[in-house]
């Protein structure tokens, strides 16, 4: 039986700007530990807002959250912040690498913010989640030298540098071709083979969704079941 | 690299645009070069001024001030509207001079703010050379104590200052005194006091002081030659001249001393309040213009930590959610402002030094000095030191602090 790795309740939000608009009607849905899960919609439904909300980056919203069992809203930005280094791993639509730090540096920069481990260790820890994803030749380039391929896998690697319990993906295929597209969502199912790491992506790719365990879908801020 | 991360992201940032960086760093250099060198030679001026001045005027001087106006002496004494017939009065001879000075001496000697003493017999005589006649001023002094003061042995042109204290038959003459009466290295001078006393005296020594009235006018006698020519006992003294270990304190002293001593006490800034200001003024020009260069230099600072900022603006939000707390990127930041200031500091403090090196070596041949004048004071360098970091450390601060509330959100959304 596997426990639920993140609960949202209730989740209302609201969008002030250019007039009050409510983008989130009362979503609530729980996600199990080692589930790969896809939010799709159309454009506008919500879907994007809804993943920040779970990101915990966006707080200005009504309802309760929580992940691995630790209640989230109301917590400060520093407070969340940690949360975030320890518990949640992001690959976005652009890659978001640091140009001007090698690829290695840029793997290793989640888990020396968090120091639980030593440089070396870390290290290590990097190029082996480089080599797994084919990277290792890459390492010591400056991250900007790569291919848009490249750079999403060293995201995806710096994702998971802190072995978060939550990947969180905002159109990770987004930006690619089919073959890198591919590649990626390949990556993913192993990593949720794996063990006990959810991913949570938002995806207006069908092929991506239809090979997911689970899809919700988001329409005018409503889930549809 | 093992410094901790938000040091290392800041280092990698100042190293990748090395050409900003520099630009930043220059702006500092220049405002903390300029700061070290105008306060070095501004107060380089100031001490060449206060030398030039107090190698004749003493920090503090008591002398017996000329008696009260008495012209009108009736109405102190009688009700007004007395009618009084005086006619052509007179002044009654008043007591010369200082009296008991040695007394007096002794009382200063225990005051903890004064360096040196000396007494002296000043008097206004003519110095003739037969047909030429100048008046001016015969200064019998304490031949050891004057030089503890005024360091006059340093002005002596010809003669050692030392032999007037064995030569009662000697005297000193400035070379502006010398040259109008055609004296020359043992020539013979005649003074005449103005109570008609005429003695002639040996030319063993010509001194130069630099202050034109001085050596057009002055004359040196030892002190017990003077108190003879005028006939007075060897308590005899007009004026005891007073040095300060720091002349800043004459004023204080002087309040101190004053309500004791029954004559007139001055300090040099009551003598002469135009050195004061002059030297006040020019400290501050000196704190306008280099604080105005650092100001400059702080929006220099400013401006491209500012852009710094707004070009990493994506990075900074993706910082965030990776876990980097709002204290983590202004510390990034700061860090920049602050290694820019120290940097800058450093090297400003260096070529500040170089600048006023240079300019020391300027040739400024007016009134003994053979350079213009440069004063090394740490505490100028301190200063300026902690002046360019205070004004990096505020020009990174505001915007560090800009960048510490950046939204990730509506940044990596677009």
């Known amino acids: ?225 | 690299m093992k410094l901790p991360i938000n040091y290392q992201i800041a280092a990698t940032y100042l190293t990748s645009k090395v050409k900003q960086t520099i630009v930043a760093v220059l702006g500092v250099t220049f405002g903390i070069s300029m700061y070290v060198f105008m306060n070095s030679f501004m107060s380089g001026v100031n001490e060449a001024q206060n030398r030039l001045a107090f190698s004749t005027l003493a920090h503090v001087r008591i002398y017996n001030d000329r008696p009260m106006d008495r012209s009108d002496i009736v109405s102190h004494v009688f009700p007004a509207g007395t009618i009084a017939n005086i006619r052509n009065s007179k002044v009654i001879k008043y007591t010369d001079g200082i009296k008991n000075s040695q007394e007096i001496i002794r009382y200063l000697k225990t005051q903890p703010l004064v360096s040196a003493i000396t007494p002296e017999v000043n008097i206004s005589v003519f110095f003739k050379n037969v047909g030429n006649k100048v008046n001016g001023t015969l200064s019998g002094v304490d031949v050891a104590g004057e030089d503890r003061l005024f360091k006059t042995a340093e002005f002596m042109v010809q003669g050692s200052w030392k032999e007037l204290a064995y030569r009662p038959d000697g005297i000193f003459v400035g070379i502006e005194l010398a040259r109008s009466l055609s004296l020359k290295i043992n020539d013979n001078l005649n003074i005449l006091t103005a109570d008609g006393v005429s003695h002639t005296y040996k030319v063993i020594g010509i001194f130069r002081t630099n202050l034109s009235s001085v050596d057009k006018a002055k004359a040196y006698l030892s002190i017990a030659a003077t108190r003879q020519l005028l006939a007075e006992n060897q308590d005899y003294v007009t004026d005891i001249q007073i040095n300060l270990a720091d002349f800043k304190k004459a004023n204080q002293l002087v309040n101190i001393i004053s309500p004791v001593i029954p004559y007139k006490v001055e300090s040099w800034s009551m003598a002469n309040a135009q050195l004061e200001a002059g030297s006040n003024l020019r400290d501050v020009i000196a704190v306008a213009v280099s604080l105005t260069i650092l100001i400059v230099a702080g929006f220099g600072i400013y401006n491209i930590m500012n852009m710094t900022i707004n070009e990493k603006i994506r990075e900074i939000a993706i910082l965030k959610a990776m876990g980097f707390a709002g204290k983590d990127i202004r510390k990034i930041f700061l860090t920049m402002g602050t290694v820019i200031g120290l940097i800058g500091g450093f090297v400003g403090m260096g070529l500040g030094f170089l600048v006023s090196d240079a300019v020391n070596h300027v040739p400024f041949n007016v009134a003994g000095l053979a350079t213009l004048p440069m004063s090394y004071d740490p505490e100028d360098y301190m200063l300026a030191f902690s002046f360019g970091l205070i004004t990096t450390f505020v020009a990174g601060y505001f915007p560090s602090r800009k960048a510490a509330k950046i939204d990730p959100v509506n940044i990596i959304r677009g």
């Open chain 1, 1 to 225: 039986m596997k426990d639920s790795i993140l609960s949202a309740s209730n989740l209302v939000k609201y969008f002030h700007e250019p007039e009050t608009f409510q983008v989130l009607k009362d979503i609530s849905f729980e996600v199990k530990r080692g589930e790969f899960l896809a939010l799709v919609g159309k454009s506008g439904s919500g879907k994007s807002t809804l993943l920040y909300v779970l990101s915990t980056m966006d707080t200005d919203y009504e309802g309760k959250l929580a992940i691995n069992g630790n209640p989230l809203t109301g917590k400060s930005q520093n407070e969340l912040a940690a949360f975030r280094n320890q518990h949640i791993g992001f690959v976005f639509q652009f890659h978001y690498l640091l140009p001007e730090f090698t690829v290695l540096e840029n793997v290793m920069i989640p888990a020396l913010k968090m120091r639980r481990l030593s440089r070396e260790e870390i290290e290590t820890k990097a190029y082996g989640h480089l080599s797994t994803l084919g990277l290792q030749d890459q390492a010591l380039k400056l991250a900007s030298k790569l291919s848009g391929g490249q750079q999403q896998r060293v995201a995806i690697a710096r994702a998971l540098i802190n072995d978060p319990s939550i990947i969180m993906g905002d159109e990770p295929t987004g930006n690619l071709d089919s073959k890198n597209s591919q590649l990626v969502f390949d990556i993913f199912r192993d990593i949720v083979a794996a063990g006990h790491q959810t991913i949570i992506a938002v995806t207006h790719d069908e092929d991506f969704a239809a090979n997911c365990d689970r899809v919700l879908e988001l329409s005018d801020g409503h889930l549809l079941k």
